[in-house]
């Protein structure tokens, strides 16, 4: 009680209320700190946990139906329901040990077992073909990887509440810079290096840098509606779908257009469907501006597929030009680029040729919006995400504010639609699903909203992450039976909501001021607004 | 009728023209606002006198906001007119023919006359030069208190970015007024006494600093008439007297101000011209020397349970005494808004 409490001194006012619960909270004994280790409560929790994982999986996995002749019979798998149950037991126990108390003793003691239980279970698998020092290695592997990410997490967590500070401090330092510079640099030679390290599957390599670098510009386009301008946009396919079919009826059906006369019409293009949008959905809030804009992607999509006579309907358009250096092909022929170049003709030309001009329409793209988020339209922008009242308050005229975000966001998607028709040399309006525009707005997300960098991570982890993993086949060497690539959606799905749920506002959470007088702070992101519908 | 309410009317009507009828900013006109069958306000009519003070009170609910949001173009009125004027004297000529065109104002160098009714509410601060700010704080809690400043500038910005294209391409007009943009932002952090958290978050500040910043930012639109709409509510005593400097230096720069108040202590000391508001319809109209003593008010601010509402221990002193005569005179419901025709 407080009363016992020297430390506290006496009053003449007894304490009362919350009072009293404070002094009785500072006189009672610390709560155990994080490195005393209950063994009882850790081993019951476990128990507990495991006890219920019985219960749950009793009738989904001890018992199974199967078809046999005059009706189904019951088959137990017992053996399935005990392993599940082992499983979620040293799971909880994990947990238990590694980041709800931390044991450092107790924590090496489990981490070295399973080092030794994952090399172990490599070397006893004999899976033929395999040699044993392969499966050693794997197993030193395997056993490593688990050890680092138990002890990643159990950092993490320790190191949360220090990271939920509101700003962070920073000078504005080559340092701080860093990531974006090597980024680009990496970005910048990344086709001598896939041509240098994979000769064999240089194609296969560009092309997935060719499509992350796409999504990229996508995102960064969507990042000025939906980041900055705070306006939930389901529908940012469509702009992609103009900009395509704008190029592609206009190349088809003139002679002289080629890619680069048409990039900009498809630019302008696009930007005047952006303003058509966003005049209805000018007065619409929350969640019925993303529905109206999910609405508006829909309607592009289904006139493009019905309107048989202007856009080919579901047979697409074909036949589309390809983008031509200094107004020469990439052929083998005296007139092609290698010629003109003096060097070796080689069919990778062509896809090095098409990564650059995706890089630099992306490198574009990020330029024009960090400047624009310097101007007073893009402040205006961000402003309008934070408070559109106040803004009207200020004299902004708030509908030209969201039509002005609406047309360049809608600019640079068409740009990069013009690209895409290009690069395919086909358009179909299956290309323009609302999937696509769940992709994009996707990596908006999870990158951060209104963060540039962040869109190049959630690029990278989607588009990379999933098509890699088709590319993991060597797995099912390892453990036969499980094929990584037939469970890819599952895994991509897994690796959203973990995102999600560790970040909860995308994996980069700053916001860089657009102007500051003496010291470069940034904003943490529980600060910043989401603006409409969210 | 109650003597003191005859004595004071006879000394309003020794001077029919008050400085602030003579020489308004702004004048709010038989205005009417209903909500469907509920009407906040009723046919009210008063002037914002020229580099005044002019405070607006009344009970909670009285419709104080509601003009409020009238004047500054967030709500349409049902009726009535509102005019701003730039420019010394009524221009009587000029209001009526912009009234009788279909113009919502017209721009002079002499003397510019805007309908505020006609108005959006981001053209009443861009040209009519009305700001404002709001009983609940609006930062934008993300961006840094020097990027809150920044936006209030957004119109003259743009003008000097030629509408973005000067800006991308980095021309030295923009760069120049980006720069005297700044220094404006920094001479008023300066005033309101924010200036070593300019670089920090507006969401980060304390309560009484998100106050000034949001007066700092509605100053930063050069306005010509400044609307406060409860600029005290929640702040301490030194707080409340650092608010009066503050006001008192807006008024020496020449803009005019136009407060909500409930301090009494606030509204009392600094303000030239009070009018006071009750279920929608005006009750008095005067210096702080006249509606302080007027029956009407009193009445209607005693009618509120919460007698804090006026917090100076003399005025208190007086309103019970008044009460009390009033009370003998048989208005035993003194409580209640007095009959109209009674104080005529």
Known sequence: MAADNSAVPASDINPVGAQIEREQRAAATPPAAHNTFDWKTAARNAAIAAFIAGVLGFFFLGMR????????????????????????????????????????????????LLFIAAIGFMMAYDVPGTRQLNRLLVGVGLGAAIVAVLYLVAAYSRRAPAAKRKTVTGPPTWASRAPGIVLFLIAAGLPFIITTLFPGQQRQYIDLAILIMTYVMLGWGLNIVVGLAGLLDLGYVAFYAVGAYSFALLSTHFEFMGFWMALPLAGILAAFWGIILGFPVLRLRGDYLAIVTLAFGEIIRVVLLNWYDFTGGPNGISGIPKPTFLGMDFTRGEDGVAAFLGIEYSTIHRFIYLYYIIFILAIITNLVTMRLRKLPVGRAWEALREDEIACRSLGINTTNTKLTAFAIGAMFGGFAGSFFATRQGFISPESFSFLESAIILAIVVLGGLGSQLGVVAASVVMIGGIEMLRNVGFVNNIFPGFDPVQYRMLIFGFAMVAIMVWKPRGLVTTRDPSAVLKERKKIGADMVAQGEGH | MSTAATALSAETAAQPQAKWDRDPILTVEHLTMRFGGLTAVNDLSFSVGHGDITALIGPNGAGKTTVFNCVTGFYKPTEGRIVMRHGPGMQQETVDAVTASDKRYRAANDGSVFLLERMPDFEISKRAKVARTFQNIRLFSGMTVLENLLVAQHNPLMIASAFTVGGILGLPNYRRAQREAIDKAVSWLEQVNLIDRADDPAGDLPYGAQRRLEIARAMCTEPKLLCLDEPAAGLNPRESSELNELLQHIRGTGTSVLLIE?????VMEISDHIVVLDYGVKISDGDSGFVRNDPKVIAAYLGVDDEDEIDIPEVRQELVELEKEARRQGHADAGLKLPKGDSE
């Open chain 1, 65 to 112: 139906t199967d078809i046999a002749p005059g009706g189904l019979v019951i088959t137990y798998r017992w053996l399935v329901l005990l392993f599940a149950v082992a499983l979620v037991f040293l799971g909880r126990l994990l947990l238990e040990t590694f980041i709800f108390n931390a044991a450092p003793a107790l924590a090496r003691v489990i981490a070295g």
């Open chain 2, 262 to 266: 409930h301090d009494m202590g606030v």
